[in-house]
Protein backbone atom coordinates (compact mmCIF):
# COMPACT_ATOMS: atom_id res chain seq x y z
CA UNK A 1 0.00 0.00 0.00
CA UNK A 2 1.16 3.51 -0.54
CA UNK A 3 2.17 5.93 1.21
CA UNK A 4 0.59 9.60 1.22
CA UNK A 5 3.92 10.91 0.40
CA UNK A 6 4.67 8.34 -2.13
CA UNK A 7 1.36 9.37 -3.93
CA UNK A 8 2.49 13.10 -3.85
CA UNK A 9 5.70 12.12 -5.41
CA UNK A 10 4.02 10.46 -7.92
CA UNK A 11 2.14 13.28 -8.73
CA UNK A 12 4.47 15.70 -8.46
CA UNK A 13 2.65 17.24 -5.81
CA UNK A 14 5.31 19.51 -3.37
CA UNK A 15 4.93 21.92 -0.59
CA UNK A 16 4.46 24.81 -2.67
CA UNK A 17 1.30 22.86 -4.43
CA UNK A 18 0.34 22.79 0.05
CA UNK A 19 1.13 26.72 0.13
CA UNK A 20 -0.71 27.84 -3.30
CA UNK A 21 -4.03 25.47 -2.03
CA UNK A 22 -3.80 26.52 1.28
CA UNK A 23 -3.97 30.53 -0.10
CA UNK A 24 -6.97 29.78 -2.29
CA UNK A 25 -8.60 28.87 0.90
CA UNK A 26 -10.60 32.14 1.95
CA UNK A 27 -11.77 32.23 -1.71
CA UNK A 28 -13.10 28.51 -1.75
CA UNK A 29 -14.70 28.95 1.59
CA UNK A 30 -16.57 31.90 -0.16
CA UNK A 31 -17.54 29.75 -2.99
CA UNK A 32 -18.16 26.92 -1.53
CA UNK A 33 -22.23 27.07 -1.40
CA UNK A 34 -22.46 28.03 -4.79
CA UNK A 35 -19.98 24.42 -5.71
CA UNK A 36 -22.69 22.74 -3.71
CA UNK A 37 -25.64 24.40 -5.65
CA UNK A 38 -24.06 22.95 -8.46
CA UNK A 39 -22.74 19.41 -7.33
CA UNK A 40 -26.51 18.65 -5.81
CA UNK A 41 -27.82 20.39 -9.28
CA UNK A 42 -25.78 18.19 -11.01
CA UNK A 43 -26.45 14.68 -9.12
CA UNK A 44 -30.28 15.67 -8.86
CA UNK A 45 -31.02 15.29 -12.76
CA UNK A 46 -29.36 11.86 -12.67
CA UNK A 47 -31.90 9.67 -11.97
CA UNK A 48 -29.33 6.91 -10.70
CA UNK A 49 -27.58 9.79 -8.41
CA UNK A 50 -30.77 11.12 -7.15
CA UNK A 51 -32.41 8.22 -6.12
CA UNK A 52 -29.56 8.41 -3.32
CA UNK A 53 -30.56 12.42 -2.20
CA UNK A 54 -34.42 11.47 -1.78
CA UNK A 55 -34.88 12.33 1.88
CA UNK A 56 -34.77 16.55 2.45
CA UNK A 57 -33.49 16.15 5.93
CA UNK A 58 -30.50 14.00 4.50
CA UNK A 59 -29.92 16.39 2.29
CA UNK A 60 -29.24 18.93 4.15
CA UNK A 61 -26.87 17.02 6.43
CA UNK A 62 -25.09 15.34 3.28
CA UNK A 63 -24.29 19.17 1.73
CA UNK A 64 -22.84 20.04 4.82
CA UNK A 65 -20.64 16.57 4.38
CA UNK A 66 -20.07 17.80 0.99
CA UNK A 67 -19.24 21.50 1.66
CA UNK A 68 -16.39 19.96 4.02
CA UNK A 69 -15.02 17.48 1.94
CA UNK A 70 -14.78 20.50 -0.81
CA UNK A 71 -12.83 22.57 1.73
CA UNK A 72 -10.57 20.11 2.58
CA UNK A 73 -9.42 20.45 -0.56
CA UNK A 74 -7.34 23.58 1.19
CA UNK A 75 -6.13 22.55 4.05
CA UNK A 76 -2.46 23.17 3.00
CA UNK A 77 -1.56 19.96 4.73
CA UNK A 78 -1.79 16.75 3.10
CA UNK A 79 -0.54 13.65 5.26
CA UNK A 80 -1.43 10.05 5.73
CA UNK A 81 -4.56 10.77 8.21
CA UNK A 82 -5.68 12.77 5.06
CA UNK A 83 -5.06 9.97 3.29
CA UNK A 84 -7.25 7.59 5.40
CA UNK A 85 -10.18 10.02 5.57
CA UNK A 86 -9.99 9.84 1.21
CA UNK A 87 -10.35 6.22 1.78
CA UNK A 88 -13.29 5.78 4.22
CA UNK A 89 -15.11 8.24 1.98
CA UNK A 90 -14.27 6.06 -1.14
CA UNK A 91 -15.27 3.08 0.95
CA UNK A 92 -18.28 5.00 2.03
CA UNK A 93 -19.52 5.21 -1.50
CA UNK A 94 -18.88 1.76 -2.37
CA UNK A 95 -20.93 0.58 1.08
CA UNK A 96 -23.96 2.42 -0.27
CA UNK A 97 -23.22 0.90 -4.22
CA UNK A 98 -22.84 4.79 -5.88
CA UNK A 99 -21.18 3.57 -9.29
CA UNK A 100 -18.04 4.78 -9.54
CA UNK A 101 -18.48 6.69 -12.71
CA UNK A 102 -20.72 9.11 -11.13
CA UNK A 103 -18.28 9.80 -8.54
CA UNK A 104 -15.63 10.39 -11.86
CA UNK A 105 -18.40 12.46 -13.24
CA UNK A 106 -19.04 14.21 -9.82
CA UNK A 107 -15.11 15.27 -9.59
CA UNK A 108 -15.28 16.41 -12.94
CA UNK A 109 -18.28 18.76 -11.61
CA UNK A 110 -16.14 20.25 -9.22
CA UNK A 111 -13.14 20.57 -11.68
CA UNK A 112 -15.35 22.71 -14.09
CA UNK A 113 -16.45 24.76 -10.91
CA UNK A 114 -12.68 25.22 -9.65
CA UNK A 115 -11.64 25.85 -12.89
CA UNK A 116 -13.85 28.84 -13.82
CA UNK A 117 -13.56 30.00 -9.93
CA UNK A 118 -9.86 30.73 -11.13
CA UNK A 119 -10.89 32.08 -14.20
CA UNK A 120 -13.12 34.49 -12.43
CA UNK A 121 -10.47 36.17 -9.96
CA UNK A 122 -7.37 35.87 -11.45
CA UNK A 123 -6.55 37.81 -14.78
CA UNK A 124 -2.46 37.05 -14.77
CA UNK A 125 -2.26 33.91 -16.41
CA UNK A 126 0.92 32.62 -15.28
CA UNK A 127 -0.44 33.25 -11.49
CA UNK A 128 -3.68 31.70 -12.80
CA UNK A 129 -2.13 28.57 -13.92
CA UNK A 130 -0.03 27.61 -10.79
CA UNK A 131 -3.04 27.87 -8.89
CA UNK A 132 -4.67 25.72 -11.32
CA UNK A 133 -1.58 23.07 -11.63
CA UNK A 134 -2.17 22.66 -7.78
CA UNK A 135 -5.85 22.36 -7.91
CA UNK A 136 -5.90 19.49 -10.93
CA UNK A 137 -3.34 17.69 -9.11
CA UNK A 138 -4.89 17.54 -5.80
CA UNK A 139 -7.90 16.73 -7.34
CA UNK A 140 -6.71 14.07 -9.47
CA UNK A 141 -5.19 12.70 -6.14
CA UNK A 142 -8.53 12.72 -4.43
CA UNK A 143 -10.00 10.68 -7.43
CA UNK A 144 -6.76 8.37 -6.88
CA UNK A 145 -7.31 7.28 -3.48
CA UNK A 146 -11.33 7.05 -3.63
CA UNK A 147 -11.01 4.87 -6.98
CA UNK A 148 -8.85 2.60 -4.70
CA UNK A 149 -11.81 1.60 -2.48
CA UNK A 150 -13.59 0.28 -5.67
CA UNK A 151 -10.87 -1.13 -7.18
CA UNK A 152 -10.14 -3.45 -3.37
CA UNK A 153 -14.12 -4.01 -3.60
CA UNK A 154 -13.82 -5.26 -7.14
CA UNK A 155 -10.66 -7.55 -6.53
CA UNK A 156 -12.91 -8.72 -3.09
CA UNK A 157 -15.89 -9.87 -5.53
CA UNK A 158 -13.20 -11.84 -7.43
CA UNK A 159 -11.86 -13.43 -4.97
CA UNK A 160 -14.70 -14.51 -3.22
CA UNK A 161 -16.42 -15.87 -6.89
CA UNK A 162 -13.27 -18.26 -7.46
C1 LIG B 1 -21.09 10.66 1.59
C2 LIG B 1 -17.69 13.13 -0.77
C3 LIG B 1 -19.77 11.83 -4.97
C4 LIG B 1 -23.67 10.51 -2.50
C5 LIG B 1 -19.99 11.39 1.31
C6 LIG B 1 -19.02 11.82 2.29
C7 LIG B 1 -18.10 12.55 1.63
C8 LIG B 1 -18.44 12.55 0.24
C9 LIG B 1 -16.91 13.28 2.24
C10 LIG B 1 -19.06 11.47 3.79
C11 LIG B 1 -18.45 10.08 3.94
C12 LIG B 1 -18.44 9.57 5.34
O1 LIG B 1 -19.44 9.74 6.05
O2 LIG B 1 -17.42 8.98 5.72
C13 LIG B 1 -17.93 12.90 -2.13
C14 LIG B 1 -17.02 13.25 -3.19
C15 LIG B 1 -17.60 12.88 -4.37
C16 LIG B 1 -18.88 12.31 -4.04
C17 LIG B 1 -15.66 13.88 -3.00
C18 LIG B 1 -17.09 13.02 -5.78
C19 LIG B 1 -16.45 14.09 -6.17
C20 LIG B 1 -21.02 11.38 -4.67
C21 LIG B 1 -21.99 10.97 -5.65
C22 LIG B 1 -23.09 10.61 -4.96
C23 LIG B 1 -22.82 10.78 -3.53
C24 LIG B 1 -21.78 10.92 -7.16
C25 LIG B 1 -24.38 10.12 -5.57
C26 LIG B 1 -25.53 10.57 -5.20
C27 LIG B 1 -23.29 10.38 -1.18
C28 LIG B 1 -24.13 9.81 -0.14
C29 LIG B 1 -23.36 9.82 1.03
C30 LIG B 1 -22.11 10.44 0.69
C31 LIG B 1 -25.56 9.29 -0.31
C32 LIG B 1 -23.78 9.33 2.43
C33 LIG B 1 -23.19 7.95 2.64
C34 LIG B 1 -23.62 7.31 3.93
O3 LIG B 1 -24.73 7.58 4.36
O4 LIG B 1 -22.82 6.55 4.49
N1 LIG B 1 -19.61 11.85 0.07
N2 LIG B 1 -19.05 12.33 -2.69
N3 LIG B 1 -21.54 11.26 -3.41
N4 LIG B 1 -22.09 10.75 -0.65
FE1 LIG B 1 -20.58 11.58 -1.66
Redesign the pocket.
Known amino acids: MLTMQEIKNHYYFTDTDAELLKELYPLAQSKSDAMVED?YTY?LKIPE?????REPK?LAR?KK??A???LSLFCGHYDNEYMLTLQ??G???V??K?SAH??N???N??RRFLIEMLQANFPDIAVRRKYRIAVEKILDI??DI?STSYQEEELRRVFVSH
Request: aromatic share 16%.
Open positions: FLTAAFLDLTHEWFSIQAHRIVYVAAMVVNLM
